[in-house]
């Protein structure tokens, strides 16, 4: 496990990090404008987005499980039709892996994490809840901040 000191996050993506030490994750879906406001709100360690139910969810399980303060992973913003990775991110925090490293519910395109070890998923699974507020974000219309800024307030 990091220490959340320079060498966090530990993969890189597409990013913004916060206070390392908060432990509130965010991942806005495709939403690229949600990450840089979210990453300054006070309890956010980490915004970012994801595309894919693989490549991406890997990602978010590696820097998310070496940073021992981060207790909460919320979801928001547009959800890639093709590979639903909000829905993968849903269905992995409630079913977890299947023997193949499917994840269990998933719905999109190649829910798959072949380099993911299973402890590596349980860990995953035991150290965030996961909130659900996929699709918070109205196409041609700010997004709802306020409401956003709740939820990651009701963690800390």
Do not use: H
């Not at 590696?62 to 993968?88: D, H, M, W, Y």
């Not at 299947?98 to 070890?117: E, F, Q, S």
């Not at 041609?140 to 956003?148: A, M, Q, S």
């Amino acid at each position: 496990m990091s220490s959340t000191g320079s060498s966090w996050p530990v993969v890189a993506g597409t990013y913004k990090v916060g206070d390392p030490k908060a432990p509130v994750a965010v991942c806005a879906l495709t939403s690229e404008r949600l990450m840089d406001p979210l990453a300054g709100l006070p309890g956010v360690a980490i915004a970012g987005m994801v595309y894919t139910a693989n490549l991406g969810i890997t990602r978010i399980i590696l820097n998310v499980t070496t940073n021992p303060s981060i207790r909460f992973l919320l979801i928001c913003g547009k959800e890639s039709a093709l590979f639903q990775p909000g829905q993968s991110l849903v269905a992995l925090a409630e079913n977890g892996v299947d023997d193949a490293k499917r994840i269990i519910g998933a719905t999109g395109y190649d829910p798959v994490l072949p380099t993911i070890a299973s402890d590596q998923v349980d860990q995953f699974r035991k150290q965030v809840e996961v909130l659900d507020w996929t699709g918070e974000e109205d196409p041609g219309k700010e997004p709802n901040y306020e409401e956003l800024k709740k939820a990651v307030a009701k963690t800390v």
